[in-house]
């Protein structure tokens, strides 16, 4: 038996265990994180993220996600700003941009400074792709939304009732129109301007936060002239704020990342 060093993080209440296997590589990361990920034999997590250099030059670092039920993610904003974090604060790089490596592209990473520690950190989440969202409604047992990939398949509804999250949102994510399964967002638009949103997480089931489905709410909410073009986005762990900039068409993602603590566990 080995053992492997592991941080806690969580962005906005969405928490992953993380590993620099830069120095510690791990074997099998999906069987890991089954097993690590539950929260009452195990650490307790949302999944598990492997830090490593970019096997390419265009980029400084790369990440790999695995969610709680062992399958590989595409992308996660939460953990790319935990990432930056880490990266800064850990003494791994002195840079406050970091090009960050996914199965979804290079990411760009903008670390906000408050001393020596870092406060937030925007990230540049690329364009978002949009389909015809009939081809979704004419499902009769599909409620109409809009579809928004920011990278990794997000299915977007606004309704009043977003806590059938629990109910609903397992359904949706298993449905027949998407083959390799889709992340949901229930959102609801806030006397404040504020856009109240709660997530059902393929592969995690409810997530107190998710920043691939916040970007992808705000680009739906400004679609269906909900909202301009930026966004608060209030999930159940925190609030994370969206830009979907008509320059560029990039969406950009800024909110905090914070340690929870540091441990060992046996391989």
Known sequence: MKKIPITKMHGCGNDYIYVNVMQHPIADPSAAAIRWSDRHTGIGSD???LIDKSPVPEA?????????????AMMCGNASRCIGKYLF???ITDKTEIRLLTLSGIKTLRLQLAG????????DMGEPVLEDHALFAASPDLKSGTFVSMGNP???????DIDQVGATGPLLENHPVFPKRCN??????????SIRTRVWERGSGIT????????????????????????SIVMDGGTLHIEWREADNHVYMTGPAEFVFDSEIEM
């Open 154 to 160: 997000h299915y977007v509804i606004f309704t009043h």
């Open 47 to 49: 999944g598990l993220v």
């Open 89 to 91: 604060e850990r003494c």
């Open 208 to 231: 107190q936060a998710c920043g691939t489905g916040a970007c992808a709410t705000a680009v739906a909410a400004c679609l269906g002239n909900r909202a301009g073009r930026r966004s």
């Open 116 to 123: 020596s520690k870092v406060q937030s950190v925007t990230v």
């Open 60 to 72: 400084d670092y790369s990440m790999r996600i695995f969610n709680a039920d062992g399958s590989e």
């Open 184 to 193: 949901i967002e229930f959102a609801r638009m806030e006397p404040d301007g």
